[in-house]
C-alpha cells in the first residue's frame, strides 16, 4: 500500500508564509510528476503547482513568483514553500501523484488527504 500523508496547514496572517509538504510511504519505485492542488470553497479544485523528477515546474498565474514546489525525490516528498499569502490563497490543499509507479510498467494516481490554509488577519 502508498500513503501520502500530508503536513504544514494552519491559520497564517496576509503577508506571511507557510510551508506544506506531502510524503509519500510504501513500495514505491519511482515518481515523476509531484503536483499540489487546492479547492476553496464554491470552486472546483484546481492545480497550483507542479513538478517533474526532471526538475521542471508550472505554477498557476495566481502564484507564480509566490509559491515554488521543491521536492526531494530519495524521500518521495514534495514541499510547497508559499509566501505572500493573500486572503485569495485560502482553500484545501492536497497533493497529486497522478503516476506513482510501484512496479515497472504500472502507475497509478494517488492523493493526499486535504489539509486546510487558511489567510487571515
Known amino acids: 500500500q502508498v500513503q501520502l500523508v500530508v503536513s504544514g496547514g494552519g491559520l497564517v496572517q496576509p503577508g506571511g508564509s507557510l510551508r506544506l509538504s506531502c510524503a509519500a510511504s510504501?513500495?514505491?519505485?519511482?515518481?515523476?510528476?509531484m503536483g499540489w492542488y487546492r479547492q476553496a470553497p464554491g470552486k472546483e479544485r484546481e492545480l497550483v503547482a507542479a513538478?517533474?523528477?526532471?526538475?521542471?515546474?508550472n505554477y498557476a498565474d495566481s502564484v507564480k513568483g509566490r509559491f515554488t514546489i521543491p521536492r526531494d525525490n530519495a524521500k518521495n516528498t514534495v514541499y510547497m514553500q508559499m509566501n505572500s499569502l493573500s486572503p485569495e490563497d485560502t482553500a484545501v490543499y492536497y497533493c497529486?501523484?497522478?503516476?506513482?509507479?510501484?512496479?515497472?510498467?504500472?502507475?497509478?494516481?494517488?492523493w493526499g488527504q486535504g489539509t486546510q490554509v487558511t489567510v487571515s488577519s
Open positions: 497529486n501523484y497522478p503516476s506513482l509507479i510501484r512496479r515497472p510498467g504500472t502507475a497509478s494516481e494517488y
Open positions: 510504501g513500495s514505491i519505485v519511482s515518481i515523476n510528476v
Open positions: 513538478t517533474t523528477s526532471g526538475g521542471s515546474a
